[in-house]
Structures are given as C-alpha cells and as structure tokens.
C-alpha cells in the first residue's frame, strides 16, 4: 500500500502478522487490474522515501511559486496603493503588467534550494515514526492519531531549514522589494538584523504548521480511507485526497500565517503606524499587531489565495511523492 502518506506507510495500514514478513516469503498474488502496491510501502527505503519527498517538495513549492508571491502581497497589513489586489487573478495580471513578467518568481531559487532537504527529511521522519507509532497504538492498522504526531514532529524538522529560505522568500516578493537578489537579501539581513532574524519567526511558524500538518495528514488519511480503502497506488485518490487536505488545513491556519508574514517581512508602514520601532518578535506581538492593524478580519488576509495555492500544492506534493516511492520502490525490487 504505497500510501501517499508520507508513509502512511502502506506497511501500517497492512495488517502485519507477529512480526515483519519473512525477506524470503512469497509476496501476495497481484489483485486484480491493478500493481500490487500493497507490499511496496514496507520495502521502501529511507533514501526512497528522502529522494521521493525531495522531488515532491521542489514541485510542489514551484509549480504554484507566482500563487504564493500574491498571498504574501495579500497579506500585507499595511499595502501600498499600487499593491492592492482584489483578487489572485487580478494580482498575477496586474504584477506581470507593470513590475514585469519574471517578477511573480522572484525568491523562488531559495524556495528551491530550501525545500528540496526540508521535504527530504519530513517525509523520511513522517513515513519512520507513523509506521512505529501506528504498531504501538493501532497494531496493524491506521491510528489517526499516529498521522498527527508524526507529521507534527516531522515539521520541527522541515521548518528548521525552510525557515531561512521563507524568510528570504517573503522579502523578495514583497512589492518595492529593496532586495535585488537573494544573496543580497541574505547579507542584508544578516548585517542588519542578525543571524536570529532568519529565525524570527521559527516559533511562529511551528505554532502555524504543527497544526496544519496535524490537520493535513488525518484529513488526507479520512479521505483515503474513504475514497481508497485498499490503499492502492491511485494517482486520483492521492490527487483528490491531497487537495481536500490542504484546503482544510490551509484555511484552519491562516491567522497564523498573517501573523508569519508579518513576522518574516517587517513591514515598515505597517509597524510605525502603531508606534513599533526596532523590529517586531514574538507571536503574541505579532498577534497584537495584526488585529490592531486590521481587526478579526486582518488575519485572514489572503485566505483566498492561500487555499487556492495550498490546494494544487498539496495535491501535486502527495501525487509526485507516492509516483517516485512507488516508482523507486518497484525499480529496486525488479532488480532483485
């Protein structure tokens, strides 16, 4: 069962007998018209699982890259007039148009370097603890709760080297950004603000994706118990199942993510305008600030685009994952 769950291992989800099967037993007949995907899972490798979430976390990151530069404009508590949008599609048109068609990008080679390890080890981890966890809890079967504490604790791993990278990526697609290329911005900040600007926001956005992951993994596995039971390798399910999970998840978190971006951007108008000087911390100030600035409403600024963007993402992270587990997986055995 090469479960898109970043392991939900299709292993987990296996009713196991006493103990791990024999390397020397026979594997269970195909089922029919489809790959028996069901013992892949446990024969996948931590480099699969590594290379698998790599690929999966540079596509996902890129593929809706202009999405994300108008979410971070979006969330802007403070906009310049010319930074204004109604709309997602209003706002890719309107930056293509005066600020130039490449400018939706920029930030994204940072994204990339980041999010290829980050993806790495967050789905290595998630795919290792929610296989022990689910043996422990729900021997031989899928515990909910198993999917939410792995992917909690695989995020502490997966945000401690995105954070930089997100920090970086939120300057640069701000408008008027003063930042003419990454490695400026990085030498900036550091000269500036310090090495810790670079982790500002880290508490932040571990309060914003602890449970956003929790949400993501138990809605993606509901689904697929719902949708895919069996646990086939189901490139729609995954599809189907990946975009109803980031939605959810997306929308629950916005507030924090309001509170990230403003955390990583150190909006200038914004701040002065209620008397911070020096550099904004905390994720109770950052809290204070954004409804002192806009109100309950202010912290869902940009939900719209930011469960436009989380919907393809997260679908195309757990499609692209489980093809290349599978793919590796199956490549590895046939060469046995």
């Not at 108008?70 to 709309?87: C, F, G, H, I």
């Not at 930042?179 to 500036?192: A, D, E, F, H, N």
């Not at 993510?257 to 200038?268: A, P, R, S, W």
Request: with cysteine; proline share 7%; net charge positive.
């Amino acid at each position: 069962r090469m479960e898109l769950s970043c392991g939900v291992e299709g292993s987990a989800a296996a009713p196991p007998g006493p103990g791990p099967p024999h390397p020397a037993a026979a594997p269970a007949p195909p089922m029919e018209g489809t790959e028996e995907y069901e013992s892949l899972p446990s024969g996948a490798s931590l480099g699969t699982h590594m290379m698998a979430g790599a690929v999966a976390g540079i596509m996902e990151h890129t593929v809706m890259y202009p999405v994300d530069s108008v979410k971070t404009r979006m969330q802007s508590l403070q906009p310049d007039p010319k930074a204004q949008y109604r709309s997602v599609y209003e706002a890719l048109k309107k930056i293509v148009l005066t600020e130039g068609f490449w400018r939706p990008l920029r930030g994204i080679n940072v994204t990339m370097l980041g999010a290829g390890p980050a993806h790495a080890m967050y789905f290595a981890c998630y795919e290792k603890m929610k296989k022990s966890l689910s043996d422990s809890i729900q021997h031989g079967g899928n515990s909910h709760l198993a999917n939410g504490i792995a992917g909690s604790v695989a995020t502490l791993l997966h945000d401690a080297v995105m954070n930089p990278a997100e920090v970086v990526k939120q300057r640069m697609q701000m408008f008027n950004s003063p930042y003419k290329s990454v490695l400026s911005c990085i030498r900036t900040v550091q000269r500036t603000e310090g090495f810790g600007a670079f982790y500002r926001s880290y508490t932040t956005q571990l309060t914003m994706n602890v449970p956003f992951q929790a949400i993501h993994f138990i809605t993606y596995e509901f689904m697929q118990e719902q949708i895919n039971p069996r646990r086939d390798y189901n490139p729609r399910s995954h599809i189907v199942s990946g975009a109803v999970a980031g939605a959810v998840a997306a929308a629950a978190t916005t507030p924090l993510d309001v509170c990230k971006t403003l955390l990583n951007t150190q909006e200038n108008t914004a701040l002065s305008s209620v008397n911070i000087s020096g550099h904004l911390s905390g994720m109770l100030n950052a809290f204070k600030t954004v409804y002192q600035l806009g109100g309950v409403s202010g912290y869902f600024r940009g939900v719209q685009a930011r469960v436009i963007y989380q919907m393809p993402s997260t679908a195309i992270a757990w499609s692209v994952y489980e093809f290349f587990k599978y793919f590796l997986t199956k490549h590895k055995l046939e060469k046995r």
